[in-house]
């Protein structure tokens, strides 16, 4: 469960990047998160993970109220959300079964429940036949769903998934979200940030639309399994259904993605699963 109630993030440089919103997303819900670059949607993001804290307003995620979150509680809470990334961040010297052992490893799980748990979440996303490859014996796609079974091998009640269909050939975007999807139906609630207004019309859904760090559109709109809209259409689309102009319901292009050393991605991935600091310390 996700809920912010009257939040306003204000950085030291004085921007104002989320203004007086208020939003709940319920424990099973699945909802898409779009908007243009500066919009707000990575404040957010950073926000429900406790990187940064509301300059006002209450940020409650999984039933902890963030606001009142102690520094030593953030591992416990950051145990209850999955978290997937962009640009993957698997760790190219490990394999599949690997990269996703060592979150495991790294929460100190029974070996004999890591043995078990593994290969079951390989298995979710159906690449059972890569479990001993390296990232880089696999597609975009394939990469992505070893990236989504790492983020559900903690069994999280949420999974925030940011663009994760960012980096992969739009028609297995497709499946990404289908296993989101599929994800959702076992009880597990799901944001998804995305800027590709093909996959949210063609899968509908709960929408909600961030525009100049305010909530311009929530709304549940039903999807189509036929081609998808142009973004033009969707765009109009959701003007008439919520008011709105339609420059606002734009969705603009995402930022470039990332490249880090293994070194800081490790790091990078331990502390955005287990909400370790950067020396490491669970
Ligand atoms: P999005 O993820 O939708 O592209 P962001 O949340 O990154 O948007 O940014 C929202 C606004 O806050 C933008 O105006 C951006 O320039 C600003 N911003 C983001 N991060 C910082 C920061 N660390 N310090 C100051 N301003 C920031």
Avoid: C, W
């Amino acid at each position: 469960m996700v809920e912010l109630q009257n939040v306003s993030v204000t950085y030291s440089s004085g921007v104002d990047a989320l203004n007086n919103v208020s939003l709940k997303i319920n424990d099973g819900d699945f909802a898409f998160v779009v908007g243009s670059s500066g919009a707000g949607k990575s404040t957010m993001i950073k926000l429900l993970l406790k990187e940064i804290d509301a300059t006002s307003g209450v940020v409650t995620v999984n039933g902890y109220n963030l606001n009142k979150l102690k520094k030593r509680k953030i591992p416990e809470f950051r145990r209850t959300l999955g978290f997937v990334f962009q640009d993957f961040r698997l760790i190219p010297s490990m394999t599949v079964y690997e990269n996703i052992a060592f979150v495991l490893r790294v929460i100190d799980a029974p070996l004999k429940y890591i043995r078990k748990r593994v290969p079951y979440v390989i298995s979710l996303v159906g690449l059972h036949a890569k479990t001993n490859s390296y990232p880089d014996e696999l597609s975009g796609g394939e990469k992505q769903r070893v990236a989504i079974a790492r983020a559900l091998v903690n069994d999280p009640q949420l999974i925030i998934a940011d663009e994760p269909t960012g980096n992969i050939d739009p028609e297995l975007s497709y499946e990404i979200v289908e296993l989101l999807k599929g994800i959702n139906d076992q009880g597990t609630t799901i944001l998804m940030v995305t800027h590709e207004h093909d996959l949210v019309r063609h899968f509908g859904g709960r929408i909600i639309n961030i525009t100049g760090g305010e909530i311009v559109f929530d709304e549940v709109i039903s999807g189509t399994s036929e081609e998808a809209l142009p973004e033009e259409e969707l765009a109009q689309a959701m003007a008439q259904a919520s008011g709105i102009s339609t420059d606002t319901a734009r969705i603009a292009i995402p930022a470039s993605p990332v490249t880090s050393t293994e070194d800081a991605l490790i790091d990078e991935v331990i502390a955005a699963i287990t909400g370790a600091d950067q020396d490491g310390g669970v």
